[in-house]
Antibody, heavy 121, light 109 residues
Framework: EVELVESGGGWVQPGRSLRLSCVAS????????MHWVRQAPGKGLEWVSS????????GYADSVRGRFTLSRDNGKNSLSLQMNSLRAEDSALYYC??????????????WGQGTTVTVSS | QAVVTQESSLTVSPGGTITLTCGSS?????????PFWFQQKPGQVPKILIY???NKQSWTPARFSGSLLGGKAALTLSGAQPEDEADYFC?????????FGTGTKVTVL
């Protein structure tokens, strides 16, 4: 069974940093792109970042580019999102999602349960 | 990045049919945008229904179908059930990004 488990969320003050992690199991991790998607309370889904199966192509939403860095470790079946210079508007439930293919900019088919990030003073 | 627009809310009677649409600010939606559709019920994780415009996942009920309609991606629900009440999001792929639609809240009433 495909499983994605996120961790690293929490409360942080504006301007500080947080690192989210996602550990995958149940599929051949390095065959697929991986994604982060966030959802603020009561709001819609927002794409955050995606990484190709080999880490050779990474994309970011305009709202996070330059502040967030996505990486993957195929040897450990893991995905990491380094979030710097956090803002109140980054507060959301962050989902790790498995791509439906190896390509970077293609949809996702399995989602984790999410980890909550709260940015507040 | 592009803006992807959906109806904010729709209501359907049990057994009825509705069509949700997904439009792009950059122009007509094509198969090259690889439209996906997700269903999200309150407190739950989004669940994929449709990928690549028309293709269903193994768990997608037959009453859901995807298409292109009038320059937009479309999700049609034929024979709505009470359990179909949920939020529905589309996703479109662009050259260097993917963008979610604004979401449609479907009420079965």
């Amino acid at each position: 069974e495909v499983e994605l488990v996120e961790s690293g969320g929490g409360w942080v003050q504006p301007g500080r940093s947080l690192r989210l992690s996602c550990v995958a199991s149940g599929f051949t991790f390095d065959d697929y792109a991986m994604h982060w998607v966030r959802q603020a309370p009561g709001k819609g889904l927002e794409w955050v970042s995606s990484i190709r199966w080999d880490g050779g192509d990474i994309g970011y939403a305009d709202s996070v580019r330059g502040r967030f860095t996505l990486s993957r470790d195929n040897g450990k079946n893991s995905l990491s999102l380094q979030m710097n210079s956090l803002r109140a508007e980054d507060s959301a439930l962050y989902y790790c999602a498995k791509g439906r293919s190896s390509g970077t900019y293609y949809g996702m088919d399995v989602w984790g349960q999410g980890t909550t990030v709260t940015v507040s003073s | 990045q592009a803006v992807v627009t959906q109806e904010s809310s729709l209501t359907v009677s049990p057994g009825g049919t509705i069509t949700l649409t997904c439009g792009s600010s950059t122009g007509a939606v094509t198969t090259g945008h690889y439209p996906f559709w997700f269903q999200q019920k309150p407190g739950q994780v989004p669940k994929i229904l449709i990928y690549d415009t028309t293709n269903k996942q193994s768990w997608t009920p037959a009453r859901f179908s995807g298409s292109l309609l009038g320059g937009k991606a479309a999700l049609t629900l034929s024979g709505a059930q009470p359990e179909d009440e949920a939020d529905y999001f589309c996703l479109l792929s662009y050259g260097g990004s993917v963008v979610f639609g604004t979401g449609t809240k479907v009420t079965v009433l």
